[in-house]
């Protein structure tokens, strides 16, 4: 909206005082022009002289006049001041809704933050439970393994101590297949001499 001539951004404040005090002029020049026509009055009555007369009337053409511009200025002064005026009621308008505008959005904003935070809290206790159930499965894995290790350690003492058997085994089956070895080459020896004496006998007879 353009600003008017002889308007400025100083606010109404300005263009009222300019008013009143142009209503205060319009005011004593009506009551001067009142006084004048008294006098007038008076004159006639009292049959003034004519120089007399024509300074007065001259004098009220005059404030007539003047009265006649203070008016228009008036009139200036009060359409400026209904032009400010809608200005101010215009802009007036356009700040409230501005702030209504600004206020639905800071609404929005505060509501999307609440939400957002909600969710942050949400996934916060969720990392935080899964961490946990991480923690005791470790735990638990730990647990695991040093049942593993105390089973591979059972483990490799029973293979020791199988193999330890194995070995006792084969060598008490070896002396076993030598005792064995060592009677049979006795029995054998023992039958081939009963067999030489049996042979021998007849031919004594």
């Not at 319009?26 to 001067?32: D, F, K, R, W």
């Amino acid at each position: 909206m353009a600003t008017p001539v002889g308007w400025s951004p100083g606010g109404s404040g300005s263009v009222c005082l300019a008013f009143d005090q142009l209503r205060d002029v319009i005011e004593s020049q009506e009551e001067l022009i009142h006084q004048l026509r008294n006098v007038m009055v008076l004159q006639d009555e009292n049959f003034v002289s004519k120089e007399e007369f024509q300074a007065v009337e001259k004098k009220l053409v005059e404030e007539k006049a003047a009265h006649a511009k203070t008016k228009v200025l008036l009139a200036k002064e009060e359409e400026k001041l209904q032009f400010a005026l809608g200005e101010v009621e215009v802009l007036s308008k356009q700040l409230e809704k501005e702030k209504l505008a600004f206020e639905k959005a800071l609404s929005s904003v505060k509501s999307r933050a609440l939400q957002e935070s909600s969710k942050k809290d949400q996934l916060i206790t969720k990392c935080n439970e899964i961490e946990s159930h991480i923690i005791k499965q470790e735990d638990i894995l730990n647990g695991k393994e040093n049942e593993i290790k105390e089973l591979q350690q059972v483990i490799s003492q029973q293979k020791e101590i199988f193999r330890n058997h194995v070995s006792d085994f084969r060598i008490q089956k070896q002396q076993e297949n030598y005792m064995a070895q060592v009677l049979d080459q006795k029995h054998k020896k023992a039958s081939g001499t009963r067999q030489t004496c049996s042979r021998q006998r007849p031919r004594e007879k």
